[in-house]
């Protein structure tokens, strides 16, 4: 994929944010249910346990490449980490406003051995995580937040919007990263996450209100 192709996919995820909203206020006029074992609950649980393994993953990659001496990679992975860990913490809520009971395998701090990843040097980690992005935002992620439409959920819907939409974010951000990955200035670079929703941001695509959640600039997490 071509850098031109890659910058304008945050764009796309913010239309396709808009339009979903849409979506999710006309099916909340018509039901709003509360109902533990539905579908949306499924899809939550679903999204939830991949959270949990990929923030344990960005903690282990960023401890790697500050180990290495890649001071930027280091910083990308633990803005990469704190949003996956946003999107787990807005899962478990709504699954508690759903009815349902935090489940202790989603602790992300300290994962089962099962959710550990595997690791190798940074450029490949950064490779094997870009790819793993783009799985989540293209063919996870849209049946999670269909199975939360079709049920009728808000809480669902909202939470596993904002993290594909972040999915999408991460996938560009590590894509541009490895493009420059040898040049000097890449050491350099640094990062910002929503603490709301767990959109992440270059210092390219930085923008003072979240376009997810609206959140402001001044709130975000430096890394």
């Not at 109902?35 to 499924?42: H, L």
């Amino acid at each position: 994929m071509s850098l031109s192709k890659r910058i304008v996919l945050p764009a796309a995820v913010c239309l396709a944010a808009v339009a979903i909203t849409v979506m999710i206020s006309s099916a909340e006029r018509r039901r709003n249910p509360n109902d533990p074992g539905s579908a949306a609950a499924g899809a939550l649980h679903e999204s939830a346990l991949g959270k949990s393994r990929l923030a344990a993953a960005y903690r282990e990659y960023a401890r790697v490449a500050f180990a290495e001496g890649h001071l930027g990679a280091g910083r990308l992975f633990q803005a990469l980490a704190v949003s996956e860990g946003i999107h787990l913490k807005n899962h478990i809520v709504a699954l508690k406003n759903m009815g349902e009971k935090n489940d202790p395998s989603y602790d992300h701090a300290n994962p089962p051995a099962h959710l550990m990843p595997e690791v190798s040097d940074t450029r490949n980690n950064i490779y094997l995580s870009s790819m793993g992005e783009k799985r989540q935002f293209i063919h996870i992620h849209p049946s999670l937040i269909d199975r939360a439409l079709n049920d009728h959920s808000r809480y669902a819907a909202r939470t596993l919007l904002w993290a594909s939409g972040s999915d999408a974010k991460h996938y560009n951000l590590l894509t541009r990263f490895l493009d420059r990955f040898d040049a000097e200035e890449s050491g350099d670079a640094h990062f910002w996450v929503c603490p709301t929703c767990g959109n992440t941001f270059g210092e390219e695509g930085l923008e003072g209100y979240c376009p997810f959640c609206m959140t402001h600039q001044s709130k975000y997490l430096k890394f």
